[in-house]
């Protein structure tokens, strides 16, 4: 069974700095390139940051350039998303998507559509 889990939520002030998690099960995990999405109350869901399955190629949205990194280890089977600068305009649900694929160099997104397999998501919430 595919199972991703979020972890790493919470709540920080404006400028603070958090570090979300992802575990993946084995086998999604080493065929798979993984995303990062956010979705705030009211709002679409929204790519933020994704990793090539051999974690060479990465891509961000532009509102997190420069403030975030997306990062894998291959041998815990996890990605990361390390957010810094954190403003109250990052205020959401944080979602780990997969998708299986057989290219080292593939960034899966923007489109949510584009994901095989999703986690449950965890909230960051940024205080002003």
């Known amino acids: 069974q595919v199972q991703l889990v979020e972890s790493g939520g919470g709540l920080v002030q404006a400028g603070g700095s958090l570090r979300l998690s992802c575990a993946a099960s084995?086998?999604?995990?080493?065929?798979?390139?993984l995303s990062w999405f956010r979705q705030a109350p009211g709002k679409e869901r929204e790519f933020v940051a994704g990793i090539s399955r051999s974690g060479g190629s990465t891509s961000y949205a532009d509102s997190v350039k420069g403030r975030f990194t997306i990062s894998r280890d291959n041998a815990k089977n996890t990605v990361y998303l390390q957010m810094t600068s954190l403003k109250p305009e990052d205020t959401a649900d944080y979602f780990c998507a997969a998708r299986a694929t057989f290219r080292d160099d593939y960034i899966p997104g923007p489109g949510p559509l584009d994901m095989d397999f999703w986690g449950k998501g965890t909230l960051v919430t940024v205080s002003s």
């Open positions: 084995e086998r999604t995990f080493s065929v798979s390139g």
